[in-house]
């Protein structure tokens, strides 16, 4: 069974400062991974997705990925009041298949200003 | 290019009755896929349709069931409603049956309740 574990807050952060998100995974099978942004009432927005070993950087964000330790993280640099949101930890299990996303719960993050 | 669109928003049932989601998918993704969020919980999938045939589903019971149409637009149906059905459902459409390989975007959803 699929599990994706994350702590679900809330985290607070200075505004300015790093946030850092973590989430893990139990399977190792697990080959895609994804960060979305929801805001309360309203539906996930896709921030980035990481297949490899290592960091994916895109502007703010930075992903990484560890899949001999089977975690993923993400990473806020200059954090803004309008990051405040759940962010949401997700994975596929094949790239191939049609077995959908699998999510965690999600974690509440709050931008103090 | 619009993005998926899903109605109605809001839809408050009764316990026991059958209710039809509807979702148009983004312009030129031919994959659609449904989940079901509720109150502070991660979304779960429920099922998806690629080329108007289901070809993957979640662990939902038979009374959720969907439709793919030729323009790939979709239904989510659900039958004998029970209270739990209550959350937000969500239609997400891809280039490709992977969601591996095409990133989910999501519609905004609708919002169900059941009393």
């Known amino acids: 069974q699929k599990e994706v574990e994350q702590n679900s807050g809330p985290l607070s952060v200075p505004e300015g400062a790093i946030a850092s998100l973590n989430c893990t995974y139990s399977?190792?099978?697990?080959?895609?991974f994804f960060w979305y942004r929801q805001y309360s009432g309203k539906s996930p927005e896709l921030i980035m997705f990481?297949?490899?070993?290592g960091d994916k950087e895109d502007g703010r964000f930075t992903a990484q990925l560890n899949k001999a330790s089977q975690y993923v993280s993400l990473l806020i640099r200059d954090s803004q009041p309008s990051d405040s949101a759940t962010y949401l930890c997700?994975?596929?299990?094949?790239?191939?298949?049609?077995?959908?996303?699998?999510f965690g719960k999600g974690t509440h993050l709050i931008i103090q200003p | 290019e619009t993005g998926v669109t899903q109605s109605p928003t809001h839809l408050i049932k009764t316990r026991g009755q059958q209710v039809t989601l509807r979702c148009s998918s983004q312009?030129?993704?031919?994959?659609v896929s449904w989940y079901q969020q509720a109150l502070g919980q991660g979304p779960q999938f429920i099922f998806q349709?690629?080329?108007?045939?289901?070809?993957g589903r979640g662990n939902f019971p038979p009374r959720f069931s969907g439709l793919q149409f030729p323009n790939y637009s979709s239904e989510l149906n659900v039958n004998a409603l029970e209270l739990d059905d209550s959350a937000l459902y969500l239609c997400?459409?891809?280039?490709?049956?992977?969601?591996?390989?095409?990133?989910?975007?999501f519609g905004n959803g609708t919002r169900l309740t059941v009393t």
């Open positions: 997400a459409s891809s280039l490709s049956q992977g969601a591996g390989n095409s990133p989910l975007h």
């Open positions: 399977d190792r099978g697990s080959q895609s």
């Open positions: 990481i297949y490899s070993n």
């Open positions: 997700a994975l596929t299990y094949s790239g191939g298949g049609a077995d959908g996303l699998t």
């Open positions: 312009s030129g993704h031919n994959t």
């Open positions: 349709y690629y080329r108007e045939e289901e070809n």
